[in-house]
Each structure stands twice: as structure tokens, then as C-alpha cells.
């Protein structure tokens, strides 16, 4: 008669080496540290480790975690420094960040009035987290600060020529822009965006650009768990040759959880009545 306690055994080691085969085709994370909020909640601590493997082909789809997103990502890497045309030198001459003017003194529509970030300063400022979304013939991408979303059309069209101008049903200009997309490779996704509303900055050091400018981003995922994208700059009535914004690098999330990050008018507001218009601006703007 067989023992039933050696079927329990071979049972439980049956159970034991199938769990154990399943969690070695895993993303390797370490540990969440948030308990059951983690399904609410997304905790930079719970992080992808390795590559995770080689990317799957030509798809960004999911959310990553940026350099401001606690979860350890390299930092932002800055790009050149422009070279302004004289009508360029004039327009940044009259843009006073907040770093060298303090909130008292900065004219930096976002920090003083919470107005959009617009494109490309939300890829270079404040970079919490991006997630990307693909439909049949575009990529949505959104932002984790201040919840923005634009759409990459893939579908062959060409940008529009005519922004802003005056004849009828010439398009009107964008904080995003209009963007259009095509894969260079199994894993790169260029970008090309021009009509960006000449109100916003490309950075918060308060460069300027034109509605007629182009911008290009390179998004290159190295593998299943890296992603980082190069901006590059064209706007010759500015600048005197194009030049690279800088690269910005994401890793995986795991759980593919955003918390909501947003800069609100009512609270700018408050703050700048309270602390930081009477603490005075920083005359000297250095």
C-alpha cells in the first residue's frame, strides 16, 4: 500500500517547483513597502531591478518613473547651451527665472499663475513620471505632473504649415503642439512637433522659442526596463543653430501607478501672498 504521505510530498513538491519556475519569469522588483496601499498607491521604493530583458518590439505602451519620481532614476542630462540670435537674446533677456529672481521676482508663467508647463519644458521640468498609450493610428502620451496628455500621430500625415496665421481655418497654436511620429528601428521613436504657443518657455532657465520652432525627441528604449529620450531643438529665428534641449531617462514601474501631481492656481496664489512676494525678489538675478 502506498504511503499517502509520500504523495503529499511529491504533491507539495510539485506545487513548491511550479511557483518557484512561474516567479523566475518575473520582473525582478524589490519589495513593496506600502502594503495594501500599493494598489492605490505608487511607492518609488518599489522598483524594477536588471533590464528585465531585451524591449519588445517597437512599443513604449505603459508608465515609467522619471528623475523626480523618488525612484532612483539617473538624473536629467542638460544639453547645450544655445547660441541666441540677437531677436533670441532679447526675448530671454526679458525672462526672469525662478532661479536667479525668486518667486517674489521670477515672471515665469507657471510658477506665478500654475499656466501650463506646455511642450517641451513638461519633458525637461518637474519630471515625475510619463505613461504612453497606443491606439491604431496615434500614441497618447501623459504626463504625471499637472495629468497633461498629447497625441503623436503615426498614421503618415505631415505637420501643418501654416500655424497661426491669419487666413481662415489656419490651425491656432498649442501649449503641446502637433506632433507626428514614425519608428526608426524596433525601438526608437522619433518625434518631430512644431506649433508650440510662444507663451510657454522650453525650460526653466526661461529660453524662449517661436510658434514656427521644431522640436525632436528620440525616445530609445534599451531594454524592457530603461527608456530615455533626447531633445533636440530648431528654431533659427532665435537661435543660431539647432541645439539638444538634453536626455531625460525613465525606468519601468511595476505596479503602472501615477499619484496625482498638480500645481494649483488657488494655492500658488496663497503661498505667493503669504511667503513669497514679502520675502522680496533677488535683485541682483544671479
Known sequence: MRDPRNTLIASLAAVLAFGLAAMAQMPKT?????????????????RVEGSGGP???RDLSGTWAGPRS?????????GDTPSLTPAGQKLFGA???LSKF?????NDPFVRTCDP??????????????????????????YQFQQAWREIWMDG??????????????????????????????????????????????DRDGHPHTVQGHVQERFTRTDHNDLQVTITVNDPQIYNQPFSLGTVYFKWIPNQLFDEKLCIPSETIEYLKSVGDPAGENRSGK
Not at 506646455?118 to 519630471?127: C, L, N, S
Request: net charge neutral; hydrophobic share 30%.
Open 30 to 46: 524589490q519589495p513593496q513597502a506600502n502594503g495594501e496601499n500599493s494598489k492605490w498607491m505608487y511607492n518609488g521604493r518599489n
Open 55 to 57: 524591449a519588445p518590439v
Open 70 to 78: 523618488g525612484a532612483g532614476v539617473p538624473d536629467f542630462r542638460n
Open 95 to 97: 525672462n526672469k527665472s
Open 102 to 106: 525668486s518667486p517674489a521676482g521670477t
Open 117 to 142: 508647463l506646455g511642450f517641451p519644458r513638461a519633458e525637461v521640468d518637474e519630471i515625475r513620471g510619463i505613461s504612453f498609450a497606443t491606439m491604431p493610428n496615434r500614441i497618447v502620451v501623459l
Open 157 to 202: 500625415r505631415e505637420l501643418p504649415k501654416n500655424i497661426g496665421g491669419s487666413e481662415k481655418g489656419a490651425p491656432d497654436p498649442r501649449y503641446f503642439g502637433y506632433s507626428v511620429g514614425r519608428w526608426e528601428n524596433d525601438n526608437t521613436l522619433v518625434v518631430d512637433t512644431t506649433g508650440l504657443d510662444d507663451r510657454s518657455w522650453l
